[in-house]
């Protein structure tokens, strides 16, 4: 029997996780991260998401914690997403929020605590590979969440399970409402958590940075509209641009905020054979050689060519990747790596 700390976020993924645990013979002890302070009603980790978790716990006969990474959430996750809006890129705060808390902060306090291993409710697999230990996508390929865990190293995935990685959703709430857990029903948290619904992320930002108008060109340079605020434009962008009547079917295919200008085009002028990459992060040996890349975390995979010096370039033309975005790397259904669009 191994000693188990299992992330609880109030779902009913995290608990089915405990309880499969349980099941299992292995001690479980249920931990909720109280990660933002400030207003919230959407995305996970709420006050009312807390007491969820704390009640399954009571369900479960599993000691039950809350750690908080407030100031660790702030500094790695909220900041950093208000400084990419002001440069002009398209920051992924939950892959930033796996990155330096779920697998970073508590990971190593799972260590510190004498766990033998630490689970999550992600829709994920840990296979073993010829190059060792990889994430994969999860057996409900529409829930698959391998995409915003691609950081994770084979070190670290020693120390991880995945429990409903290997089930469909639906099998999930199945045997969440056979075990009578309370949260057998909730809707999944699919919004970023620190911005509301009520205000939205433009709102969000207004507080924390300076927001520029912007004046909107065509590829030639000819004025065609303004924007109220350039940090808020993301490319291949359509709505909330005003195009002074241009009844064209429209895209933002460049933002340069310094120069308060964004570029629009047409569906042709979005497209792009390479993308610019930085920031590369590998499970195992750097690869060069054809793979399947990922854009966002439910976007369709797409073959590409990574080029000996980081670039990838597309098999067949496709879309621009707004800067910022990150970009998953797959052999097959194995997670190899990733980096920033550049």
């Not at 099941?23 to 959407?42: A, C, F, R, S």
């Not at 709505?239 to 460049?254: F, I, S």
């Not at 200008?261 to 047409?266: A, S």
Request: with cysteine; aromatic share 6%.
């Amino acid at each position: 029997m191994s000693r188990v700390l299992v992330a609880m976020s109030g779902g009913v993924d995290s608990a089915v996780t405990a309880a499969l645990l349980k099941q299992e013979g292995h001690e479980v002890t249920g931990v909720t991260l109280k990660l933002w302070g400030g207003p919230q009603d959407q995305g996970c980790c709420s006050v009312s998401d807390v007491d969820d978790a704390r009640r399954v716990a009571q369900q479960l006969d599993v000691d039950h914690f809350v750690f908080n990474y407030g100031d660790e959430f702030d500094e790695h996750v909220v900041r950093p997403y208000v400084v990419a809006h002001a440069s002009g890129l398209t920051p992924n705060p939950c892959i930033e929020c796996n990155r330096h808390i779920k697998f970073d902060a508590l990971l190593d306090r799972t260590r510190r605590l004498g766990f033998d291993a630490l689970a999550t409710g992600h829709h994920a697999r840990i296979v073993r590979t010829g190059g060792g230990l990889r994430i994969a996508r999860g057996v409900d390929q529409t829930k698959d969440q391998s995409y915003v865990l691609y950081m994770i190293s084979q070190d670290d995935l020693a120390m991880l399970k995945f429990p409903v990685g290997e089930m469909t959703k639906p099998q999930v709430r199945e045997l969440a409402s056979r075990l009578g857990l309370r949260s057998a029903a909730k809707p999944d948290s699919q919004d970023v958590c620190f911005i509301t619904a009520s205000e939205g992320r433009a709102r969000f930002l207004s507080d924390r940075l300076d927001l520029h108008p912007g004046e909107i060109v065509d590829t030639e340079g000819k004025t065609l509209g303004s924007v109220d605020a350039v940090e808020l434009v993301t490319i291949g962008q359509r709505k909330g641009l005003d195009l002074g009547g241009n009844a064209e079917r429209t895209y933002a295919v460049n933002v340069d905020v310094p120069s308060r200008r964004v570029v629009v085009g047409g569906a042709q002028e979005l497209l792009s054979q390479t993308v610019r990459l930085t920031e590369h992060t590998w499970v195992g040996q750097p690869h060069v050689g054809l793979i399947d890349a990922q854009i966002s975390a439910h976007g369709e995979p797409a073959a590409a060519q990574l080029n000996s010096d980081g670039s990838l370039r597309w098999v067949e033309t496709r879309r621009k990747v707004a800067p910022g975005q990150a970009v998953v790397f797959y052999v097959k259904d194995a997670v190899i790596g990733g980096a920033t669009a550049g």
